[in-house]
């Protein structure tokens, strides 16, 4: 496919980051998905470990200094960082789409507690996201990538405030995001045709 393509002059298309209009995401199949209101656990990445090469399912990213890693807690406590699927952000976007986690007489789960030991604090995230779920494999090229990576069908591409497309599993889309039953023999409700500019998940 790829020689024919080359043969041909045709370019394989590739999600980069860019400017998004409302429009244009729901003529591409996307929809809003509210965040969950949940703890997420959150470390900046000091200098003496940057850069920070993370291992995704189907991609390579990097983390430089001043990046802000988030873990998952749906892993056991006592295991080293990376075991709890860290996830880079960029400072100005997690400024803008994260705020501190502060619930009167929280308790930190075990998990949560050891990942404070480990040097990270609770926020959660203050907006949803604009995502769909791939139909085919999909080459996307994140901001924290050096080149595109091939995203598999079944997988979710999210598009963030700043334009930026990253993809994540099923199960995470659903652990961190709110994706409506669908109700048996009823066909999907309209989209509403207005909604706020897309924000970063």
């Known amino acids: 496919m790829n020689l024919w393509r080359r043969l041909f002059g045709k370019k394989t298309p590739v999600v980069r980051q860019r400017t998004w209009t409302e429009r244009e995401l729901r003529a591409e ?3 809003h998905y509210a965040s969950r209101r949940q703890v997420t656990m959150v470390r900046r990445l000091p200098p003496d470990e940057a850069p920070k090469v993370i291992k995704t399912p189907w991609d390579t990213i990097v983390a430089q200094a001043g990046y802000y890693i988030a873990y998952q807690t749906n892993e056991a406590p006592g295991k080293p960082l990376d075991a709890y ?22 308790k930190p789960s075990p998990t949560e507690a050891h990942l404070m030991k480990l040097g990270c604090k609770p926020f ?9 779920r791939l139909t085919e494999p999909t080459y996307v090229q994140s901001i924290e990538s050096d080149q595109p990576s091939l995203s598999p069908a079944g997988a979710w591409l999210c598009i963030g405030s700043a334009g930026e497309p990253w993809t994540v599993t099923n199960e ?27 924000q970063r998940a």
């Open 29 to 31: 199949g996307f929809r």
């Open 85 to 106: 699927a860290p996830r880079p952000i960029e400072p100005d976007i997690f400024k803008t789409t994260y705020a501190p986690w502060r619930v009167p007489d929280w």
């Open 124 to 132: 959660y995230k203050t907006v949803g996201v604009w995502a769909k």
């Open 172 to 198: 995470w889309f659903h652990r961190r995001y709110v994706v409506p039953a669908k109700k048996p023999g009823r066909k999907p409700a309209a989209a509403p045709t207005k909604r706020k500019t897309p």
